[in-house]
């Protein structure tokens, strides 16, 4: 068995540059893909970015256990099926899962051997500069997601390694670092 790695941040802090990065350089990792039912942006994909799914479906999915960690924010529904980290890991492969803080907590409470990674701002004036940037979400959207990160930092503390990403390239060979540090 192989181990899982958790990382988390807050919405715009650039987690998915960072992962994108990280698995170009080390291909025997996988991204685990979660499934949302909020709607796909523009160059999403399918199956590769989320596994899109109504509200009804993932309710009886959360009814039926079939999620290992979820939560809910503005209003959509973001979680990880059992199956998917079960298949993986009994396949003996190295799993990266990109998800919400509070997934984490969860998933770090049924998984202890997970390694979890925050991933920080430089700072809160610069987060909202990059949310605004993407150009993505309306305001209303943006204030939410700028809401959540006093929780989202104090979560971070039951995280075993936070990372700045003040700089795309060293916060990807930080998470290098922690990560062959830790491989079992």
């Keep these: 068995m192989k181990r899982l790695y958790v990382i988390s941040g807050s919405s715009g802090v650039g987690k998915g540059t960072i992962i994108k990065e990280f698995l170009k350089r080390n291909p025997k990792y996988k991204l685990?893909?979660?499934?949302?039912t909020r709607k796909k942006r523009p160059g999403e994909k399918e199956g590769e970015n989320y596994y899109y799914i109504s509200k009804e479906e993932f309710e009886t999915g959360i009814t039926n256990g079939e999620f290992i960690e979820w939560a809910e924010f503005s209003g959509n529904y973001y979680g990880t099926r059992k199956s998917t980290i079960e298949d993986a890991l009994s396949r003996g492969e190295n799993l990266i899962l990109e998800i919400e803080t509070q997934g984490g907590q969860q998933i770090k409470k049924l998984l202890p051997d997970s390694v979890l990674i925050f991933i920080a701002p430089p700072s809160f004036e610069e987060l909202k500069k990059r949310l605004e940037g993407r150009k993505t979400e309306d305001e209303a959207t943006i204030q939410k997601r700028?809401?959540?990160v006093e929780r989202e930092k104090e979560s971070s503390k039951e995280y075993d390694y936070i990372v700045v990403n003040d700089e795309i390239e060293k916060a990807v060979k930080r998470i290098e670092?922690?990560?062959?540090q830790s491989a079992i």
């Design 177 to 180: 670092e922690i990560i062959s």
């Design 146 to 148: 700028l809401s959540q």
């Design 32 to 36: 685990s893909v979660s499934s949302t």
